[in-house]
């Protein structure tokens, strides 16, 4: 009677999909909600880190060019 | 005893979220001007021209996709269907007395014909995509991709991977001849951008379009025939896919099988830093034009700078991570 | 956390769950016992909970003694569910605490919750059909044992364990049946098996006895004493007057999100609870109404859908003017039939007539072009369309009315429209070009209602019109609803709330597990007589 343990279905009982969405529309439908649990502040950490990143590539790329690098 | 209803205006200007809304804007603008003051013919008459000539057909890619956008669909095959188009109109449109010319047999046909008869061919293809998407219910991230291959299989087999060129004066003349001031180019994205402003805010195509992204089970009890406006939207995609590659072509002087490879990335990523949201019923034409503004700006101010074209690559690709994180800020903001 | 359980399987953390029968973090000696510094084993304060255009919960409190039976009443919307899902870590409280035995405690979701002790018969079941009974109960926190360095289900051990439960709480249920093979009642009687059996010491029961008979109400009732001699703190979370009379000691009331007050059962009445609940007079309750129902004007003849467990031989008339209230339990498959009808659902066999024609309907445009109407149950999911305006939510049913040369849209005339319905049903917005999500649920509802409305239906079918909308809201739709009765519109309304019904309707027409049961005319309206035709099964 030995069940395989990977396809259990484990009961969330918070329910991950938004409640009454029956069927989502397309792969990447409603793929917001699905995502883990980001708070908006360390969404703002990355963004600022991805700016600074951008930033960084323009003036490394410029530094090159005019063989200052 | 009433729950008071948050209204989404602010009262005073509230700098930080100007910020964060439009950060990308902020940056390319101030590069812009960086640029301009660090290099000689940035901000001439000649520089614009390039600007729009570069914007145009990228703008009216941009426009076709983001009808797919809204719906929350995308389309993978943007790119290949622009190659496809450029490479269908060269067919038509070389000029009689040249040599290498494709199909000998092939009558003068005037470019307005070519271009009619090569939009109903990619609309067709769009049809097929948007019958796909919305009967057989196949996610539009997969039906897109394998269309994305079929159409560049065929494209492939009917150019028999020969590079095309030799065009008629006419035709050339399309991409390089102005009014004035104003290119012919600019004109075409000028007209473009005006239908879909007029399509997406005083047509019920327009208001079904946003309803079926916003919540199609909604827009599907509201009576909306979400099938036909899906497929509409992909046909019209793919009418528009065949003038920018028209119109490509003729800018480039010649067409082949690689022509219009990876244009839909730059399309859906100046969508996405244009405001049309991931998360489906967003998106205005406004946007989308400052979208490919950033992307082209970007590119020529990287250029007169003299950098890398590597780095150009990296600095897109930031972008479009800055924009898609943006917009699922917003998103979780609303939560 | 679908994660996170999945690893507690695997056996890292699996010493700190339940190992079977509920052998709680804490000390078993002490579930009697209480904290030095407070008479009351849990309680929250000043809790504040906003969600996008709606305060649900504001200055809410509760206090939990030892060995009580607890009663959190409040209408739909109040905040009795989602203060729960406060206390339960499911929702972030903006403001406010939580105070178990004594220590300031943030609760970090349902298992942390049932570690400490505090357990949850949710309202809307979660089970899983397809596997068995005892799988069901202890999902999520299975008995495990090792077999050489695998950890994997003591299967044995789990049976064993849910067989003593179920004769704990009276049911003999064979643990490894399917659970799909039960009854909807049944389920629910396992789903408070389940919490019974984690042996803790605050037990919420949300509307437990939405889908009992009689007989298992009473069984409940026993558990529920035997708790409450063992010392376990109940909430009891129903809309049930007479029950909630019977088995508390004592009653929390709310409206709005806010705390109204806390008495002990005995002093009170029906009538005070229900003018507490509400805030107004109980003869204000409900509007008059004027309509007078005229002829049949719509028949449905032996309606099945093709899911067989779904409504099937369904028939009854509609007259013109009248109000038909469709009453029943939890699963009767009343919503199923209306999207049936308006053609959201498919169906097998059956017929439409409608002023005398047979009606084809394959999808909602058909009902729409015959003059059908539908607000659905779930207006979040497929009613309104949350990121655009009102302006766009009130016309998107109606835009071929509002064209300038047969393809323009008449802007002005789409203002027009809004503001007169605005004005017409006292819509609270700042302005038309308002995002709808923004709005609160009442708002929403009457946004959907003046979508409706500017099709001129003749039939409209509103499905649980009044869910998650406060008091005061709640007046102005039934006041609506009647103004559209007396203009001689047919209205089928369907909800579960009993005064609702018995307030609102001409006729009720009452269902049980997808079949029509009966209908009871609206002056001989009550309580018992829709109670038996809802549970009459086969």
Request: charged content about 20%.
């Amino acid at each position: 009677m030995k069940e395989e343990l990977d396809d259990r279905t484990v009961l969330d009982e918070e329910g991950t999909q938004p409640h009454g969405q029956t069927q989502p529309v397309s792969a990447l439908d409603g793929i917001y909600e699905r995502l883990p649990d980001i708070s908006v502040k360390s969404l703002d950490r990355f963004i600022l880190l991805c700016v600074i990143a951008l930033v960084a590539v323009v003036v490394i790329g410029v530094l090159r060019a005019n063989h200052i690098i | 005893m009433q729950k008071s209803a948050e209204s989404n205006h602010a009262a005073p200007f509230d700098v930080k979220k100007f910020m964060s809304n439009n950060a990308i804007i902020i940056l390319i603008v101030l590069l812009a001007i960086l640029t301009g003051c660090t290099t000689k013919n940035f901000f001439t008459t000649t520089n614009f021209k390039n600007l729009v000539v570069n914007v145009a057909p990228r703008f009216i890619i941009a426009c076709g996709v983001s009808g797919c956008l809204i719906t929350k669909g995308t389309d993978l095959s943007a790119g290949r269907a622009v190659g496809l188009a450029a490479c269908l109109s060269a067919m038509m449109l070389q000029s009689v007395d040249y040599a290498a010319r494709m199909f000998p047999w092939m009558p003068d046909i005037p470019w307005p014909v070519a271009l009619v008869i090569v939009m109903i061919i990619m609309g067709a293809f769009g049809a097929v995509n948007g019958i796909v998407i919305s009967v057989l219910k196949v996610p539009p991230f997969i039906a897109t991709l394998g269309m994305q291959t079929i159409i560049y299989g065929l494209c492939s087999l009917i150019t028999n991977n020969q590079p095309m060129g030799g065009y008629k004066k006419s035709y050339l003349t399309v991409a390089s001849g102005s009014v004035g001031p104003i290119p012919y180019l600019m004109i075409f994205a000028v007209i473009v951008g005006l239908y879909f402003l007029f399509l997406y805010n005083k047509t019920r195509h327009g208001k079904y379009m946003y309803a079926i992204g916003g919540n199609e089970n909604a827009a599907q009890v509201a009576g909306v025939n979400v099938r036909a406006s899906l497929v509409r939207i992909y046909i019209l995609a793919g009418c528009m896919y065949a003038l920018a590659g028209f119109l490509v072509g003729a800018k480039a002087g010649g067409a082949s099988t690689a022509t219009g490879q990876g244009y839909e990335l730059e399309a859906i990523a100046a969508c996405t830093i244009g405001g049309v949201s991931a998360n489906g019923g967003v998106g205005r034409v406004g946007g989308i034009l400052v979208g490919v503004l950033v992307f082209e700006i970007l590119k020529i101010c990287l250029q007169f700078l003299r950098v890398d074209p590597a780095y150009t690559y990296i600095a897109q690709g930031l972008v479009i991570v800055i924009a898609v994180a943006l917009d699922l800020r917003k998103y979780l903001q609303k939560k | 956390m679908l994660w996170r359980t999945h690893f507690l399987i695997f056996g890292t953390e699996a010493g700190n769950l339940h190992g079977g029968s509920g052998t709680c973090v804490q000390d078993q000696k002490n579930i009697k016992g209480v904290s030095k510094l407070s008479e009351y084993r849990l309680e929250m304060h000043d809790v504040v909970k906003t969600f996008p255009g709606v305060r649900a919960l504001d200055g809410a409190q509760l206090k939990l003694r030892p060995g009580t039976v607890h009663a959190l009443m409040g209408e739909n919307g109040a905040g009795k569910s989602t203060l729960m899902k406060c206390m339960f870590g499911i929702y972030h409280m903006d403001e406010g605490e939580v105070i178990y035995e004594g220590e300031k405690v943030q609760i970090k979701g349902p298992l942390d919750a049932l570690n400490r002790g505090i357990a949850m018969v949710h309202q809307e079941l979660q089970p899983i059909p397809e596997r068995s009974i005892g799988e069901n109960i202890y999902v999520g926190r299975y008995p495990v044992k090792k077999i050489g360095p695998l950890t994997v289900i003591d299967h044995d051990k789990m049976y064993r364990d849910a067989a003593r439960v179920l004769e704990e709480v009276h049911l003999n249920f064979e643990p490894r049946a399917k659970l799909g093979s039960l009854s909807v009642s049944q389920m629910q009687l396992v789903e408070i098996a389940k919490a019974v059996s984690a042996d803790c010491k605050v037990l919420i029961l949300d509307e437990p006895t939405s889908s009992l008979t009689a007989a298992e109400v009473e069984a409940l009732f026993t558990i529920i004493n035997e708790l409450r001699g063992k010392g376990v703190s109940i909430v009891y979370i129903s809309h049930k007057m007479d029950e909630i009379l019977r088995i508390s000691d004592e009653v929390t009331i709310m409206r709005d999100g806010q705390y109204i007050g806390t008495w002990s059962a005995k002093e009170l009445t029906t009538d005070f609870i229900i003018t507490k609940m509400v805030g107004r007079e109980l003869s204000e309750l409900y509007p008059v109404r004027e309509n007078t129902p005229g002829e049949v004007v719509f028949e449905v003849e032996d309606f099945t859908s093709i899911n067989p467990k779904s409504f099937r031989h369904a028939s009854f008339q509609l007259r013109k003017g009248e109000i038909l209230g469709v009453a029943g339990l939890v699963g009767a498959q009343r919503t199923e039939l209306m999207e049936g009808l308006f053609g959201l659902r498919s169906h097998t066999a059956g017929k439409i007539i409608y002023k005398g024609q047979e009606l084809k309907i394959n999808q909602p445009k058909d009902a729409i072009n015959n003059g059908i109407a539908m607000l659905t149950e779930d207006r979040r999911a497929t009613g309104i369309l949350g990121v655009l305006s009102i302006a766009d939510n009130v016309s998107i049913a109606s835009l071929n009315q509002y064209l300038i040369g047969g393809v323009m849209l008449d802007d002005a005339k789409i203002e027009n429209l809004v503001q007169e319905n605005v004005a017409k049903l006292s819509i609270k917005t700042p302005s038309s070009k308002t995002q709808i999500q923004s709005l609160s649920g009442g708002n929403q509802q009457k946004v959907l209602i003046s979508r409706w409305l500017a099709n001129n239906p003749d039939i409209f079918i509103m499905d649980e019109p009044t869910r998650g909308i406060d008091v005061g809201a709640k007046y102005e739709i039934y006041c609506i609803i009647a103004e559209m009765a007396k203009q001689g519109k047919s209205i089928i309304m369907i909800s579960s709330e009993m005064s609702e019904l018995i307030g609102m309707s001409d006729r009720i027409m009452v269902m049980c597990d997808g079949r029509v049961t009966g209908f009871i005319e609206g002056g001989e309206a009550n309580q018992e007589n829709i109670m038996s035709l809802a549970t009459r099964f086969e």
